[in-house]
């Protein structure tokens, strides 16, 4: 038995992995992250399997539906969009995977960043202009940020930005960066990048 964590992607089913699809098809107990895996990936779910929306479920009831499938044999399939490596939540699930014992491995998704500069149709190093690429996001009460990575301090080195989870608060991003970049700054915002309901916006800062 193996639990197979899953980066489902961006949004489009078809920017699943070769090897996610063929994970999925293979587990007789798929838990995905509510509405932001679309029902084209769930599809490649086996007939009879045990699809879970562990959306509104906390992490011990999630850990809960592993360890039964542990006992009963039976491969999962843990889904989660994007790429895993960034705002997934898969690291606390594998700690508590480690401590019980229970083998796990990791299948790479494309990540929301690289749809959103596809469907820009933009590179995000060019050769004079920025080299280094930034993915961050605004802190939040709730889950603020290190004190050493503030915003200011990215913009300070003139990397390109990619910032995740701010759409509702473009006005405080505009004050913080347009100091380091200037107003004229190239700037987009993509909404649900790669699903059929994308929406861009383009601008300057």
Known sequence: MTVHFIGAGPGAADLLTLRGRDLIAASPVCLYAGSLVPEGVLAHCPAGAKIVNTAPMSLDEIIAEITAADAAGLDVARLHSGDL?????MGEQLQLLRALGIPYDITPGVPAFAAAAASLGAELTLPGIAQSLVLTRLGGRASPLPEGERLAAFAATGATLAL?????????LVAELTP???TDCPVAVVWRASWPDERVL????
Do not use: C, D
């Open 85 to 89: 490596s960034i705002w997934s939540a």
């Open 164 to 172: 995740h989870l701010s759409i509702h608060r473009l006005a405080e």
């Open 180 to 182: 380091f970049y200037g």
């Open 202 to 205: 383009r601008g300057t800062l």
